[in-house]
């Protein structure tokens, strides 16, 4: 799918993927952040063909003019998960917010594991 909005100019189409993409880069430049991960081993798997990994680790779902994304990441040892969680959860919201110019309903952060 992909989010529609239109101005006095015309009609401007985001896709999903392009969500993903800055939701994911935000996601990354974030504190206590190790990496995004894949929800499921099937998604691993066609990651292993595809070269580009941009976008992973994050599900874009739109519902009008609403967007929810549900982050999957890896988290540092030793950093506090609800601050780091807290803290990915509003850079994620603003920067797609900036990015589309639509408002995000929720972020949803899934903790996949911790490393060193």
Known sequence: ??????????????????IAKV???AAMECYGIVETVS????????ELFNKSSE?????????????YIDVYVI??????????????????????????GMIVDTVNVNVIGVKL
Do not use: C, H, P, Q
């Open 1 to 18: 799918m992909s989010v529609n909005t239109s101005n006095a100019y015309g009609k401007i189409t985001i896709s999903d993927l392009a």
């Open 23 to 25: 939701a994911s880069l």
């Open 39 to 46: 929800r499921r081993f099937t998604d691993s798997l066609s």
């Open 55 to 67: 976008g992973r680790g994050v599900k874009v779902t739109t519902g009008g003019d609403r967007i």
């Open 75 to 100: 988290i540092k040892f030793g950093v506090s998960i609800n601050a780091v969680a807290e803290s990915l959860k509003e850079s994620v919201k603003y920067r797609v917010e900036k990015f589309t």
